[in-house]
């Protein structure tokens, strides 16, 4: 585990975006990469009086094509990693958000279940709205005032469960540690 | 193609450059991939073996692939 559990704190679920969002981007790419096969092969015919080309350009064309996709295949592991990386632990007792934003660029941020005062949902655009995928903002009472969970699925069951734990954290003992000035 | 002033502008393509381009795409293939599996193998938690599995079938036969299509190329001169 990425995270140190507390005594008696638990791991209840682990989120990630819908995979609709990984579908979008795999085929943002598809398209980027037809339309650069487009390109190369529109710069290749008009520069084609400056390639001497010793062998069969058709086996040229080939590699060239087989290149363009390696690179796609990585960019879409990479988007992948991005993706797996960009998660939510929710625990008995927090909810810890683990995001990647590049390879070397980690942001781990934590709301306590208790210091959460509200939730908001919400569901933006006809894909959003169809296929039930949507953005949390939590309103806390903590550091980070707003929280942001987006692009989970069913955000809605997902509220109900945070208000759940949220009571269910409320009902517990809190260890308060007075300093004293003196 | 001769341009003004008499600037040749012709390139070559010849199977050294390709395998050039070749050695260049391996390397940036293990990098790639040690970056990867550093965050696979720190976030994955062994859940994501059947990815890992894809990933590295797929990269490694279409790097095969170019390798042949070099070797074809060559052969075709």
Redesign the interface.
């Known amino acids: ?2 995270i140190d559990l507390q005594a008696g704190e638990y791991v209840i679920k682990e989120i990630r975006k819908h995979w609709f969002y990984l579908v979008l981007k795999a085929f943002g790419l598809f398209f980027a990469c037809v339309l650069l096969v487009g390109i190369v092969y529109g710069i290749m015919n008009y520069v084609s ?8 350009s058709g ?2 064309y ?2 060239l094509l ?2 363009l ?2 690179l796609a ?2 960019s879409f ?2 988007f ?2 991005k993706y ?2 960009d ?1 939510w632990i929710i625990t008995n007792r927090r909810i810890i958000d ?1 995001d ?1 934003i590049g ?1 070397f660029h980690e942001n781990i941020s934590t709301v306590h279940m208790h210091d959460i005062e509200d939730i908001e949902i919400e569901k933006k655009g006809l894909f959003q709205t169809l296929i039930g995928f949507g953005s949390l903002s939590l309103q806390s009472a903590g550091a980070i005032r707003t929280f942001f969970i987006r692009d989970v699925p069913n955000p809605d069951k997902l509220k109900d469960e945070i208000f759940k734990l949220h009571e269910v954290a409320m009902e517990e003992p809190h260890k308060v540690i007075i300093s004293n000035p003196t | ?1 001769i341009f003004p002033f008499g600037l040749d ?7 050294l450059l ?1 395998w050039i ?1 070749f050695a260049v ?1 391996c390397i ?2 293990g990098v ?1 991939s040690m ?2 599996m550093y ?2 193998n ?4 062994g859940k ?1 073996l059947f ?1 890992r599995s894809v ?1 590295f079938v ?2 490694i036969s ?2 095969a ?2 390798a042949i ?2 070797l ?6």
């Open positions: 585990m990425i009086d400056l390639l001497v080309v010793q062998g069969d086996y040229l080939l590699f087989a290149v996709i390696f295949w990585l592991f990479a992948f990693t797996y990386l998660y683990m990647l390879f | 193609m502008l012709a390139f070559t393509v010849s199977p390709l381009v795409l940036f293939y790639m970056i990867f965050h696979w720190k976030h994955g938690h994501i990815v990933y797929v990269t279409l790097l692939l170019i299509l070099i074809l190329y060559s052969q075709s001169i």
